[in-house]
């Protein structure tokens, strides 16, 4: 039989440091490590704990002793609630402290790398409401908060539209005001929401998989444009065209109003077929007079703006003089290859989603630029012996990966081919770092420049520049 971890209580606990994923670290009385949730750096707290493992416990704070000078007011009145913004009550000159110490220790410890002088962390000029895209999902079944649960009066309103709390696949807090998109995107969210309450329209119930409404997407562009899509799961034409054409009469400033009927176990819309109901079925994103079609399926980084700052960073480091045949690795909708290309003999995209392909090919060819290709497959499958032969031995790689980093065949061929240079961009420096200590050999870490693009979380991106020995 299993047994139970049994919960500890340490007093006086002083919160030192901040730890990967957003969690703080405390120390027990024993010197194992305690990670914390609901802390800063700097606090003096009591401390339950809720796992214990060998090297370690995982707890909550239950008491304050004393506050961190490094704290601040949160903005949002869901903080603590809503897993979205996690960093809200540390102040942003310590976030960017915090990020950059995580990056140059994971380079260091797991890379076993030897870094230059890190440059300064460049912080995003937007602290709130800097995301162009954002996902809220319907609940029949909202979360209730512990006065309610205690009330003894019968709760009514229990439709909701926001987000998952954490760690529960079945619970949505109702979302008042979101300090993440700029507006229209609350005045989207909360109108829908009561218009779907005020005309019956029955909101989504994972556990039993029925109801209308499922979820919400709206992504902005710096252009000014506007993508809203609805999915539903329960197919009524009538509720689902009334809804939508509210919105349509409601907010003309909508570019493209799209939905998806998707009556699969999970919202994922990527083999889903999306339906344009007004407007065009994309929106543009504009980047040095480049225009980059993004439909509701296509990857584009969330902070626009902080986007221009890493593809700017990017392009300098690899420090193109016009007769480089440049690899362009995970190139998604072609954005860096298209950033970069003007200074480039040609670029070559490679990517594992068809339709981002699609997008990048569709992009070059509006934007007027012939020195690039795409081509699509599994990385680790296209990028082979082969492929280089076809294309060309390439002179500067520029890889973006997902947060699971590069397969290590993709490293291995890196090695083969031996590039003078490589650019490694990563919005995870863990695993970033795993593979650069595979490549340590035959490279040095010549730049390290973290970009934050996510105020008030924990995520970072990191851009690596890796010359051959």
């Known amino acids: 039989m299993r047994r139970k971890n049994k919960r500890q209580v340490f007093e006086n606990v002083e919160v030192v440091d901040a730890g990967a994923k957003g969690k703080t670290i405390g120390k027990a009385p024993d010197g194992r490590v305690i990670f914390l949730t609901n802390t800063v750096p700097g606090d003096v707290v009591d401390v339950q704990t809720t796992k214990k493992r060998k090297a370690y416990f995982e707890g909550i704070a239950t008491a304050f002793h004393s506050y961190s000078d490094k704290r601040v007011e949160p903005h949002c009145?869901?903080?603590?609630?809503?897993?979205g913004c996690k960093w809200q009550d540390m102040g942003y000159e310590h976030q960017l402290f915090y990020k950059q110490q995580e990056i140059e220790n994971n380079l260091k410890r797991i890379g076993h790398l030897e870094l230059p002088e890190?440059?300064?962390?460049?912080?995003?000029?937007?602290?709130?409401?800097?995301r162009n895209k954002m996902e809220f999902s319907f609940s029949d079944s909202r979360w209730m908060t512990l006065d309610e649960i205690k009330s003894d009066e019968e709760i009514t309103d229990r439709d909701a539209l926001g987000f998952h709390i954490p760690g529960m696949w079945d619970k949505i807090l109702d979302i008042k005001k979101c300090h993440l998109q700029q507006d229209p995107s609350n005045a989207i969210r909360l109108d829908t929401r009561d218009f779907a309450i005020k005309n019956g329209l029955t909101f989504?119930?994972?556990?039993h998989q029925h109801?209308?409404?499922r979820s919400l997407m709206i992504r902005t562009a710096s252009t000014g444009e506007l993508m809203v899509m609805i999915q539903f799961h329960d197919d009524n034409k009538v509720n689902r065209e009334l809804i939508l054409n509210h919105l349509k009469e409601t907010f003309p400033e909508i570019t493209s109003l799209l939905y998806v009927i998707n009556q699969k176990q999970n919202d994922t819309i990527y083999d889903q077929e999306i339906i344009c109901f007004a407007g065009r079925n994309h929106i543009f994103e504009e980047m040095e007079g480049l225009k980059f079609k993004i439909n509701a399926k296509s990857f584009y980084q969330t902070n626009s703006a902080?986007?221009?700052e890493l593809y700017k960073l990017t392009r300098e480091f690899a420090d193109l003089k016009g007769n480089e045949l440049v690899y362009d690795l995970y190139t998604g909708t072609g954005t860096i290859a298209q950033f970069v290309s003007k200074k480039a003999k040609k670029v070559v995209g490679i990517e594992s989603v068809p339709e981002a392909i699609e997008d990048a090919k569709?992009?070059?060819e509006r934007n007027k630029i012939d020195n690039v290709d795409f081509f699509v497959g599994d990385m680790r499958n296209v990028f082979n012996e082969n492929f280089i032969q076809t294309h060309g031995t390439p002179d500067v790689i520029i890889t973006d990966p997902p947060r699971v980093g590069m397969h290590k065949d993709v490293v291995q061929q890196i090695l083969n081919i031996a590039p003078e240079k490589v650019v490694y961009v990563s919005c995870n420096s863990a695993t970033q770092a795993r593979d650069l200590e595979l490549m340590k050999h035959a490279y040095q870490v010549i730049k390290v420049q973290p970009v934050d693009m996510f105020p008030q979380t924990h995520h970072v991106e990191n851009i690596v520049l890796l010359k051959k020995l």
């Open 118 to 130: 890190t440059t300064p962390i460049l912080g995003s000029e937007k602290q709130y409401f800097y």
């Open 362 to 364: 569709a992009n070059a």
């Open 77 to 83: 009145e869901h903080f603590g609630v809503c897993g």
């Open 211 to 213: 109801g209308e409404l």
């Open 204 to 207: 989504f119930n994972p556990r």
């Open 306 to 308: 902080q986007a221009y």
